[in-house]
């Protein structure tokens, strides 16, 4: 009876309510995601049947992905600041945001699809990409990367509306456009019938971009045409006041997102370049599976970062710091779900790739389970670090790790005459932020928390 008293008390909170409606939202959604993502693995195998080209595939993804974060971090700023004007319910002040941030990321689209239109005829993308000429012609290369690089350029400008989701607490709805994602992606790739290499390469490029952005833009009319129809992005409520807020904190996401990237989305570039293009797939196979539990747990924490900026709007620190001890269990289960994977490895990748399957290696596994648990770990620190705004700690520690990420990968590569060096160097850039940043919350927490029993 104590038991459902005290659950009924933490339903109760708003701000647990919210996190549970959006974390239980994100697990049913994102449980299909999972699904068909691991489905669109042996989907792909069969479409391209030449793993060169399907690790090619994988590269231009990951190296054009990195675009993405060249937003000049105007998403988390404005996310930050949104939430502010929601809490108070201040309709001009959150108009005025959204303005300023669409316009300026309109402004950067257009500059840098001008600027790419110029220089992307001068690139070799062949030797970028470490691919032969008669294996992919430079024709064919050009086209599909311009391809996938002007869908980018329009996620930047239709992503704009995760991050005011987010500020909403609608974080389960992101989830649900990265399903119709797959979705598409999927039923492509399993459907069409598999033609010479260009007709393949280029058809699928233009699937992704038409993938991407149509959830992200019928998402955008629907959310300006209800919840927030008076508050519609205008020219006329741009405010240099509201853009320079926007930069000012998406200016420090900004190098910390780029610092992120070069340690976690370096990956597949730095394996073709190191080892072999046809070598990223099975690095896919791995981290696909070991990524798994990380997606999960990370579900639950997307609505954590605008929560706690809520909370901390409202100075509730003791909700916040409650908050942070659970997450830290949870984090603890997820580490060993991790590992717990290994023995039934082998199994379900026979399961899930077939004829196609690969033999497990166990050390590869191993590594693949310490760096999944590192980033559980770092999503925990982020996600509340984030909600503060405290973003120095993961300024200077992620620009160290990203600093001695590539040469350790180049030293252990050479050194392990395998792939896995990679990985490991993700682990080593990745430890320090993660020793130093739960030692910063810890003391701001236990300075700042108030101790009024009301919050749970």
């Known amino acids: 009876m104590l038991k459902l008293s005290k659950l009924k008390k933490i339903v109760s909170n708003e701000n647990n309510r919210t996190i549970l409606n959006n974390a239980l939202g994100a697990f049913l959604v994102k449980g299909g995601a999972l699904i068909i993502s691991l489905l669109t693995m042996p989907a792909y195998i069969r479409y ?27 998403g988390n700023g404005l996310r930050n600041n949104l939430v502010h004007a929601l809490v108070k319910k201040d309709e001009l002040m959150a108009k005025k945001y959204i303005s300023s941030a669409y316009i300026i990321i309109g402004i950067l689209v257009i500059s840098v699809l001008c600027f790419s239109i110029v220089i992307f005829r001068f690139i070799n993308w062949n030797m970028f990409f470490n691919i032969p000429f008669n294996i ?46 797959n979705i598409i992606i999927l039923a492509y790739v399993s459907l069409a019938t598999t033609a010479d290499i260009s007709t393949n390469l280029i058809s699928l490029a233009v699937v992704h971009v038409l993938a991407v952005n149509i959830p992200l833009l019928l998402t955008t009319i629907i959310v300006f045409s209800t919840k927030l129809k008076d508050c519609k992005p205008s020219i006329k409520y741009f405010g240099k006041k509201y853009a320079s807020d926007v930069i000012r904190l998406g200016g420090i996401f900004f190098w ?23 070598l990223v797939v099975e690095y896919q196979i791995y981290n696909k599976l070991f990524t798994l539990v990380g997606t999960l747990f990370t579900l639950a924490l997307t609505p954590i970062w605008s929560a706690v900026t809520k909370a901390l709007s409202e100075k509730n620190f003791s909700w916040i710091k409650k908050l942070y001890k659970t997450l830290k269990l949870m984090a603890l289960l997820a580490v060993i779900c991790e590992f717990a994977m290994i023995p039934f490895l082998q199994f379900a990748i026979n399961l899930w790739l077939g004829e196609n399957t690969i033999q497990v290696n166990y050390l590869y596994a191993t590594v693949f389970a310490i760096s999944g648990s590192i980033f559980i770990w770092n999503g925990v620190l982020s996600s509340i670090a984030n909600g503060f705004g405290e973003l120095k700690t993961q300024s200077i520690f992620l620009t160290i790790g990203a600093i001695i990420k590539i040469p350790i990968a180049w030293i252990l590569v050479t050194t392990f005459d395998s792939w896995i060096g990679v990985i490991v160097a993700n682990i080593i850039a990745m430890s320090l932020y993660c020793i130093i940043q739960p030692i910063w919350l810890n003391r701001f927490l236990n300075k700042n928390e108030l101790g009024d029993e009301r919050y749970v």
């Open 48 to 74: 391209f049947d030449n793993q060169q080209i399907l690790g090619l595939w994988f590269t231009i993804l990951s190296v054009l992905t990195w675009v993405l974060t060249f937003d000049l971090g105007i």
């Open 136 to 181: 992919v012609s430079k024709e064919t290369l050009n086209i599909t990367v311009f391809i996938v690089f002007g869908g980018i350029m329009l996620q930047f400008l239709f992503k704009v509306i995760t991050s005011i989701l987010y500020a909403m607490q609608k974080s389960a709805l992101n989830n649900l456009l990265n399903l119709f994602t």
């Open 256 to 278: 910390i997102q780029i610092m992120y990237m070069i340690i976690t989305a370096t990956n597949e570039f730095l394996i073709t370049w190191l080892t072999g293009t046809e």
